[in-house]
């Protein structure tokens, strides 16, 4: 795997210490002198090519933001591996025919393909569809048995090297497999997930998902092994190596959502590698009403549960370093203080910056004032979207239900001000081809939505994990 240093880091070496400073964000990560040299081959702007052991560290820098990976480059195989491809559907005639039809398109070898498709009981002409396609049809076993029972039938029939796993509702590109597969040239890889797109955009809904969709992983690539990170891979465009796959068990037939994220997590808990690329896309038809799209962000909610209870060690983390979290308390008291909170944070800010400007001046590291100044303040406007976000994604109704009951515009303050700055920062993120308003609209929904899901699922199995969060103090400072 090849690497690179991000373009506004660089590589410093300071009487006999070396260090990686990162201009925007600010931030700087000492370095052993191993490490020192593995970054060194870059430090020219040059590739650095990681062995396998020197991939682990070279994702620590890149999660770190430091590093990145680059694009893997494509190259023709010189045999192409037998893949069997697996289709879960019930009752979507018209979605699986559209789905089997890009299959028949795909620049792959036709004698190496595999198409199974397994039927959960459908009352419509899904199997005749199938047939038609010349596809494997197999039964699930039973009515409405749900996806994950149905793939790990469909396993069961498998005869290639690889399985892959495309949705009923969902499209390939006719590159799928060919970008996908040279990762797993990589012995350890298990999994390696593709990008999906929306298939539609005629809604606000569809536009919405087009950006804002939990199946979309971005335009960055990433992997992960060993670790307590939630990092994993939808199913809906997953390819899986058959041996890894039954070695972990397959799917948990008694999930029908999360099933994907169960998967790649005790993957990863068995040793192997999963990945993120960003290409072999496949286009979704998401759900563009807004009573189904809201059933389904309720449904995602549901399997934190579930999860929590299978995987309690993959809690979610907020890094809260004290002088942030003082400088955030003084902000929130202000309306209340007169405002002198404000002036007593100000003074903490540049007081704190000028300890830290004297400490890299006496490395000898060029960090002026007002740059540190500057990315403590950024440090803190993330620390807030962050606490927004979380509040906004667990506790929307609830703070709606006491902003109503509570009397006065008071306690309206603190879920407007959550929301209006989650809201606001995805949007510029993500930029949606919609209206802040609109955007704004549906963003609630879909938060409200997963919140009560998340409550429901967590109420069902006695088991309130989803909620707790592990705050540190800082990140890992030395590597």
């Known amino acids: ?12 070496e300071r009487n006999g210490e070396y260090f990686l400073m990162s201009k925007t964000p600010l931030s700087v990560l000492r370095l052993n002198i191993s490490l020192a040299n593995l970054v060194g081959r870059g430090a020219d702007g040059s590739p650095i090519a990681a062995s396998a052991a020197e991939q682990i560290i070279m994702e620590q820098l890149t999660t770190k933001g430091f590093t990145e990976r680059l694009q893997t480059v494509q190259q ?6 037998d893949v069997s491809i697996i289709i879960p559907v019930m009752n979507r005639a018209d979605e699986l025919r559209r789905c089997l039809t890009s299959l028949t398109q795909l620049a792959y070898p036709r004698e ?16 005749l569809v199938a047939r038609q396609f010349g596809a494997l049809l197999v039964p699930s076993g039973g009515v409405g048995r749900g996806p994950a029972a149905a793939r790990n039938v469909g396993a069961s029939f498998a005869k290639g090297d690889i399985i892959a796993f495309i949705d009923s509702d969902c499209s390939a590109s006719e590159n799928w497999l060919r970008e996908l597969l040279p990762a797993f040239d990589d012995p350890t890889m298990a999994a390696v997930g593709g990008q999906v797109d929306g298939m539609c955009n005629e809604s606000a ?13 971005g335009s960055r690539e990433r992997s992960g092994s060993r670790g307590n990170d939630t990092f994993y891979l939808p199913s809906c465009n997953l390819l899986v190596r058959a041996n890894a796959f039954r070695q972990a068990g397959g799917f948990d037939d008694s999930m029908h959502v999360g099933e994907d994220v169960d998967l790649t997590w005790r993957l990863r808990d068995k040793g192997w590698t999963i990945c993120y690329m960003p290409r072999g896309n496949v286009l979704h038809e998401h759900r563009s009403s807004i009573r189904s799209f809201m059933s389904r962000r309720f449904d995602y909610g549901t399997s ?5 209870r299978l995987h309690p060690q993959r809690r979610k983390q907020m890094v809260i370093p004290p002088l942030l979290a003082l400088l955030l308390t003084l902000c929130l008291i202000a309306p209340f203080s007169s405002w002198w909170s404000l002036a007593v944070a100000a003074g903490l800010l540049v007081v704190d910056s000028v300890i830290a400007r004297f400490a890299f001046i006496r490395r000898n590291l060029p960090v002026s004032l007002p740059a540190l100044i500057s990315g403590k303040l950024r440090a803190l406007g993330s620390l807030i979207y962050y606490l927004s976000f979380h509040l906004v994604r667990y506790y929307a109704t609830p703070l709606c239900v006491a902003a109503l009951l509570i009397p006065g515009l008071w306690a309206w303050l603190l879920p407007l001000l959550a929301f209006v700055c989650a809201a606001r920062v995805d949007y510029s993120i993500r930029k949606p081809p919609l209206s802040f308003a609109l955007f704004s609209g549906i963003y609630l929904l879909e938060h409200i939505a997963y919140g009560t899901g998340v409550f429901r699922g967590c109420l069902s199995r006695r088991c309130f994990s989803s909620y707790r969060v592990v705050v540190l103090r800082q990140m890992e400072q030395t590597a």
């Open 112 to 127: 190496k393909l595999q198409i199974i498709v397994v039927d959960d009981g459908s009352s419509d002409d899904s199997p």
């Open 205 to 217: 809904v569809d536009r919405y998902e087009s950006v804002m969709s939990s199946l979309s992983l």
């Open 1 to 12: 795997m090849n690497y690179r240093l991000r373009h506004n880091v660089e590589l410093v």
């Open 76 to 81: 023709q195989p010189a045999t192409f591996p």
């Open 304 to 308: 934190e549960g579930m999860l929590q």
